[in-house]
């Protein structure tokens, strides 16, 4: 006999082999079978058998960890491992904010052509250097910022000698010589070489720790717009910002939130981190949004669910709003991953205004049944109405906040 298409031996299967749930909270476990459950270790949870006799209910007491023992007929068939994490709330953002970024070094977008009497030339390009590199050093010396490069393009250009570079290529240190040559046109030496020290952008604030004051945001890297791969990140700041108009969004075309920095650009907080979850770092002060100030409890993947949700983010000035919104699939995530939700603009007065997700909207905060969930990332470029989210536990541990420690996250 074939146990595996045994109908109780099924669902014993479905039965999770653990589950996680915070303090103060419950997590329903699924059930279809009428097994019993008793709980070991009483103090960190305890279990409540629903009426429907399919589900139980594991109610968080104390951070710890425990087991829940089904048994089917008085035989015990599963043990299930109980995780209790200590309580946890963050505030949600929403509000519009303007990103400065630094690069590590100066960040090489292009090539251009010297016209010389040999012909057009780009010195970098013969030297190697690639779209994309970052210059850090030069003649041994740390660069930060584009001033740092031109004197010593003049220097090397008069000397002869070439300019001993060391790039940065995809975390790998490469080192390279360059000979500056002389533009015919304005008789100046030149490197061949398009570059830049910094980026700016706007995005949306998704959460931050009333008691560390660590941030997230954006739900996404951010990249040069000219080489496309992520920008490697020294420091940088946030500001407020306001949105000025929205560029509508429509099939193919993918909308955009218009805004400008504040006018006081008072720094609001610091960038210490750019990655594939968004940008993160710590604020000055505790920022509001007039909407949802009181903190949250959050959500981790397993617990979100297809339905009705919310999200906070601004589409005229620097008012935050809350918007209506659909989750319509979520993948539980067991290692960070982008893209683990799936969600529909279903607001009229938001898909009147903006079509849908615009650019602008990402790392705006999605709400469901008082939890924050997680972040608007990507728009489908062929479907405006409809794109990703990120699973707000990511984007926590990206900020440094170990939501698991069995201590109480400070």
């Known amino acids: 006999m074939s146990l595996g298409f045994v109908k109780e031996v099924k669902e014993y299967i479905n039965i999770p082999t653990s589950v996680t749930v915070f303090e103060s909270q419950h997590v329903t476990v699924q059930n279809s079978i009428p097994v019993n459950a008793s709980e070991i270790a009483e103090e960190a949870f305890t279990v409540q058998k629903n009426s429907d006799g399919k589900t139980i209910d594991v109610h968080g007491k104390k951070a710890g960890e425990g087991a829940v023992v089904f048994d089917l007929a008085g035989f015990p068939v599963k043990k299930v491992g109980v995780n209790v994490l200590p309580d946890f709330k963050v505030i949600p953002g929403g509000q519009s904010i303007g ?170 907080g610091n960038i210490t981190r750019n990655s594939p979850f968004g940008i993160f770092g710590k604020l000055r002060q505790d920022i509001n949004n007039g909407v949802m100030d009181e903190a949250l409890p959050i959500a981790l993947s397993n617990e979100v669910k297809e339905g009705p949700a919310k999200i906070l983010t601004v589409v005229n000035n620097d008012k935050v709003e809350q918007f209506d919104v659909e989750v319509v699939s979520s993948v539980p995530q067991k290692f960070p991953a982008t893209k683990g939700m799936v969600i529909k603009i279903t607001d009229k007065e938001l898909l009147e205004k903006t079509g849908g997700i615009v650019q602008g909207m990402s790392g705006s905060p999605i709400i469901q049944n008082g939890k924050v969930i997680g972040a608007v990332t990507h728009v489908f470029v062929n479907d405006p109405t409809s794109g990703y989210g990120v699973h707000i536990e990511w984007m926590l541990n990206e900020a440094g906040i170990d939501i698991y420690s069995k201590q109480k996250v400070s």
Not at 142 to 166: C, N, W
Not at 181 to 188: F, P, Q, V
Not at 232 to 252: A, F, L, M, P, W
């Open 99 to 268: 990103v400065k970024l630094n690069t590590l070094g100066v960040l090489v977008v292009g090539h251009h052509q010297i016209n010389t009497p040999e012909g057009n030339k780009s010195p970098g390009e013969i030297a190697g250097v690639q779209v994309g590199d970052i210059i850090t050093n030069i003649n041994g010396k740390k660069i930060e910022q584009m001033s740092d490069v031109t004197p010593f393009i003049q220097e090397a250009g008069k000397s002869g000698k070439p300019l001993d570079l060391v790039l940065n290529r995809e975390e790998k240190e490469i080192k390279t010589k360059l000979y500056p040559l002389k533009d015919e046109n304005d008789r100046s030496f030149r490197i061949g070489l398009y570059i830049r020290d910094s980026a700016a952008g706007i995005g949306t604030m998704t959460f931050f720790d009333p008691k560390s004051k660590k941030y997230g945001a954006l739900g996404h890297v951010i990249s040069d717009m000219d080489t496309k791969k992520p920008i490697v990140v020294e420091d940088g700041q946030i500001v407020r910002s306001t949105v000025t108009s929205i560029e509508k969004g429509s099939n193919g075309n993918p909308g955009e939130k218009l805004a400008r920095f504040s006018g006081d650009r008072e720094v609001i």
